[in-house]
């Protein structure tokens, strides 16, 4: 049976991927000769991966599907608690990206390299984290949890409503940033001037 919020999960994850690889695209491709608009497209991008996976996607990992998962599927919780410090050291790295992403702004070229290998191995974190959860919790998941279980994570992750996957109503305030993103990125990334 498909549960709605392995859905949601998978989307929101999709779309973080799909964020990761234009970031990395963008960082390859440079600022060129407009800086400005580069710098601010990345930061909107950052933003956005604080905002939306830190602050509403993790939050319902750890408190709502974790915790089950390791209680019914105990061989499970090594990964849970590598998942769990994933989700503690997610947001001061996505934060120390921003930090990196201003130095490159503001103290120029010499500062480029620092961000982009840092960017590199945020992106490569990140998808090896969501990996491990599409691979062992949510099978782990379908086995063992019950009625109950779902019933929450559901209605938890059905609010979600992450802008980026395009399969929800549009928040007004989420459309601002995902409108801003995608038609200020440069083609092939968004719909901006190539």
């Known amino acids: 049976m498909a549960h709605e919020s392995i859905r949601v999960i998978r989307d929101e994850h999709a779309a973080l991927a799909a964020m990761l690889r234009s970031l990395g695209m963008m960082v390859d491709r440079g600022p060129a000769d407009e800086p400005e608009n580069f710098f601010d497209v990345l930061r909107a991008m950052l933003f956005y991966i604080d905002e939306f996976p830190e602050r509403l996607h993790h939050p319902k ?16 919780q090594d990964v849970i608690d590598r998942l769990e410090q994933d989700h503690l050291k997610g947001e001061s790295a ?94 092939p990334i968004g719909l901006g001037e190539a």
């Open 94 to 187: 996505v934060r120390e990206l921003q930090h990196l992403l201003l130095a490159w702004e503001l103290m120029g070229d010499s500062r480029r390299a620092a961000f982009d290998e840092a960017a590199k191995r945020y992106k490569n974190f990140y998808l090896d984290h969501m990996r491990l959860e599409e691979t062992v919790i949510l099978p782990a998941a379908q086995r063992v949890l019950g009625d109950a279980e779902w019933k929450a994570l559901d209605a938890a992750f059905a609010i979600n409503c992450d802008p980026l996957t395009g399969k929800y109503p549009r928040d007004p305030v989420y459309d601002r940033l995902f409108t801003r993103i995608v038609m200020r990125a440069p083609a």
């Open 61 to 76: 990992e750890s408190e709502l599907l974790f915790p089950p998962v390791g209680r019914l599927a105990p061989e499970t």
